[in-house]
Every structure is written in structure tokens, then in C-alpha cells.
């Protein structure tokens, strides 16, 4: 249990930030799925036209630091590949 005023505000913060980045992570799984449906579907014009609002959503999300750059580009990669 905190006992100082910025020990308390420091705890309140933590739980707020660590729901946004639950919110963020959500968003990012979903992307990542309806990506994959597209794919395993054999939607490939589908996927192709996703493709542009995919990269948006996984530069904003990497941005703010829930998935690291290195695994956003290897998302990004492993797409593209998928589409040609």
C-alpha cells in the first residue's frame, strides 16, 4: 500500500496507462488477425486494398511503444510477402 502522495498518484497512473496499453494491444491483435483472414481466405484484393490502413494501424501502435520496431517491420514484411 502507498504511503505518500506521489507514491498514490504514481499507482493511479500505472493502472491507467496499463489499460490504454491493453486497449492498444487489442487493436493490434485485431489487425493482425483480420489480416490473416483476408489471407488464408484467398482474399487477396481484400488484403491488398487492408494493406495501406494495416501500416497506419502498426506505426501507430509500434509509435507508442506497445510492439517494438523490429517486430512491426517483420509483421510488415511477412504481409507484404504473403500479397505478392
Not at 17 to 43: F, L, P
Not at 67 to 79: A, Q
Given at each position: 500500500?502507498?504511503?505518500?502522495?506521489?507514491?498514490?498518484?504514481?499507482?493511479?497512473?500505472?493502472?491507467?496507462?496499463?489499460t490504454?496499453?491493453?486497449?492498444?494491444?487489442?487493436?493490434y491483435?485485431?489487425?493482425?488477425?483480420?489480416?490473416?483472414?483476408?489471407?488464408?481466405?484467398?482474399?487477396?484484393?481484400?488484403?491488398?486494398?487492408?494493406?495501406?490502413?494495416?501500416?497506419?494501424?502498426?506505426?501507430?501502435?509500434?509509435?507508442?511503444?506497445?510492439?517494438?520496431?523490429?517486430?512491426?517491420?517483420?509483421?510488415?514484411?511477412?504481409?507484404?510477402?504473403?500479397?505478392?
Amino acid at each position: 500500500m502507498p504511503n505518500t502522495k506521489s507514491a498514490i498518484r504514481r499507482t493511479k497512473k500505472t493502472k491507467i496507462q496499463a489499460t490504454v496499453n491493453k486497449i492498444r494491444k487489442s487493436k493490434y491483435k485485431s489487425t493482425v488477425k483480420e489480416m490473416t483472414a483476408y489471407i488464408t481466405a484467398g482474399k487477396i484484393k481484400e488484403a491488398q486494398a487492408f494493406l495501406p490502413k494495416f501500416n497506419t494501424k502498426l506505426m501507430k501502435i509500434t509509435k507508442t511503444g506497445v510492439i517494438k520496431k523490429k517486430n512491426c517491420f517483420k509483421k510488415n514484411f511477412k504481409n507484404y510477402k504473403k500479397n505478392s
